[in-house]
Every structure is written in structure tokens, then in C-alpha cells.
């Protein structure tokens, strides 16, 4: 691993977020990695905006939001305002899944997760299929409909389905980490076909996120390495939309004394729990440091 760069290098003003969805508390880990977004911002003299990524309606909840803002002053961090809310944002990710449409980069999916689910537990059936590391599984390019066939319209029913992005099987793409180095996947093997709409009528955390970062003129992501393979997927969507994609630093995740991964619910290290026993972020410094 590289030791972080502190000041990034890009042409343009430099423009970073804090993309936190309130789903439970902040963490330490969330903090280390808010920190590096914060002092890479201040290092290269530019922004950084503070988007709250709430489209899960199921688990997002408006107490934690209120808690991440109290956390993240807490920790002694600015942000741009207004804070830029993904629920509010809807318009802008049905034109970008207009276009997507119109350009035959998607296709309507009709399979249930038990289906796909399903499928991965027989491997002899559909080889290769093995579900990726990450949250989404590879998606059997066999239940692909034809590239020329004709997709529904995109009205109020067309937007009632599942929508996949396909990916173009077997090529390589690559992207330069900050602090993890050159970073390559091939599309179809380490990720498949993935969804960029839902049928509740929401976009995937990866169409959302990339219309985001590319609407708001974001130049580097800064976020946990948990997201490398969605990095990939999202350098993907720049593409299809045309716009030009950011630079990336993925911070290394933090794990409790037994090397799992800190999670929401490690109650103990959230940052609400930190702070009301007194601890200051001062304290916390070194815990921080990347
Ligand atoms: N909201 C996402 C998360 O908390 C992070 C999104 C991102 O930084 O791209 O996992």
C-alpha cells in the first residue's frame, strides 16, 4: 500500500465529499476515513460537500442523519452547505436512466433475488457464476436478453422494474488508487451485469452515486476500500453518460481486536457512544491516522 499522497494532484479545483448514509451510527472507521476526505481537501485548498445517501427508505433514518451531522462537527469537520440529500434528487437519476435507456446500455430484469440466488447455490448450471466479494452478485450472463431487443418504455411502468447495466464481458478496466495503486478488474468475471434501477422506483446506490459525483463536480472520491469493485462498476456509468469520472482514494477498512471489520454494529465504537463517555476527538487523533 501506498502511504497517502496528502496534497492530490488534479488540473482542477479540487472538490471532495463525505457520503455517509444514515443507517445506523458512525464509527470509528467512518471517522478515519471522513478525516482523510478532510485533510486531502484542505491540503489541495478546495471543497467538500457532505451528501447523505438516504435512498434505502427501509433502513435510513432521519435520527441517524441528525447524528452523523453532530458526529462529523464533533470531529471538528466543514462541509459546503446546503447538505445535498439523495431523496431529493430523483429527477436527475430518472434522466440519467433515461439516457442509459436510450443509448441500449440497460435492460429490464425480471429474475428475483431468490432466482439469482438460486442459481449461484447450483454452479454446475450456470459455471462461473460465483457470487463476487462484494454486495452484488454475478449476474449469469446466459439471462441476458438479446442486445437488440427492444426495451419498454421508460413511463411510470417501465420505471416499476428492475433495471441492469451490461457490462462489456471481458474488458479490463483499471484506475489508479491514491493509497492502494493501480487497481484493475475484468468486466463479466469480477463483476457482472448490475442494477442501476429498482423496481420501488429508486436507483441503485451505483447509478445515484456516480450522477452525483458527476453532477456535483466531484475530482476525487475519498471512501473505504470496501467500495473498490463498486469503483469499478462506476467508471462504468462515467462512460455511458459521458461524463468524466473523478480520481479515487480508498482508505483501508478498521477492524475490531478480532480483524472484523467495524460495523454499525459495533455499538461500542460509534462515535455517539465515544463521545457521550467523554472521550474527545483529540483523544481519538491516533485512532484516526491512516
Ligand atoms: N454511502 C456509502 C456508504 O456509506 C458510501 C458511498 C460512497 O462513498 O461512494 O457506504
Given at each position: 500500500m501506498r502511504t497517502a499522497p496528502l496534497a492530490p494532484t488534479s488540473p482542477q479545483p479540487y472538490v471532495g465529499r463525505l457520503a455517509p448514509s444514515p443507517t445506523g451510527l458512525l464509527h470509528l472507521g467512518h471517522a478515519r476515513t471522513f478525516a482523510l476526505a478532510a485533510a486531502r481537501a484542505n491540503a489541495a485548498g478546495g471543497k467538500l460537500l457532505l451528501r447523505i445517501d438516504d435512498l434505502d427508505r427501509a433502513r435510513c433514518r432521519p435520527e441517524f442523519t441528525a447524528a452523523a451531522l453532530e458526529d462529523l462537527a464533533w470531529l471538528g469537520l466543514d462541509w459546503e452547505k446546503p447538505v445535498i440529500t439523495q431523496s431529493e434528487r430523483l429527477p436527475l437519476y430518472r434522466n440519467a436512466l433515461a439516457r442509459l435507456h436510450a443509448t441500449g446500455r440497460i435492460y429490464p430484469c425480471y429474475r428475483s433475488r431468490r432466482d439469482l440466488a438460486e442459481a449461484l447455490s447450483a454452479p454446475h448450471e450456470t459455471p462461473g457464476a460465483a457470487p463476487a466479494a462484494d454486495d452484488e452478485p454475478l449476474y449469469p450472463a446466459a439471462w441476458r436478453p438479446a442486445a437488440d431487443l427492444a426495451l419498454p418504455a421508460l413511463d411510470a411502468t417501465g420505471r416499476a422494474l428492475n433495471w441492469r447495466f451490461r457490462v462489456p464481458d471481458e474488458h479490463e478496466l483499471r484506475f489508479d488508487d491514491a493509497l492502494l495503486g493501480t487497481q484493475t478488474a475484468v468486466c463479466g468475471s469480477d463483476?457482472?451485469?448490475?442494477?442501476?434501477?429498482?423496481k420501488d422506483g429508486l436507483p441503485s446506490y451505483q447509478l445515484a452515486c456516480a450522477v452525483d459525483d458527476a453532477l456535483l463536480g466531484v475530482t476525487e472520491v475519498v471512501r473505504g476500500a470496501d467500495l473498490v469493485r463498486s469503483t469499478f462498476r462506476q467508471l462504468l456509468l462515467f462512460e455511458a453518460l459521458g461524463a468524466p469520472a473523478p480520481t479515487y482514494c480508498h482508505a483501508p477498512l478498521l477492524t475490531d481486536e478480532h480483524g472484523v471489520r467495524l460495523a454499525k454494529r459495533h455499538a461500542a465504537l460509534a462515535l455517539a457512544t465515544l463521545r457521550a463517555s467523554g472521550t474527545t476527538p483529540e483523544e481519538l487523533g491516533p485512532r484516526l491516522a491512516i
Open positions: 463483476f457482472g451485469d448490475f442494477l442501476v434501477w429498482r
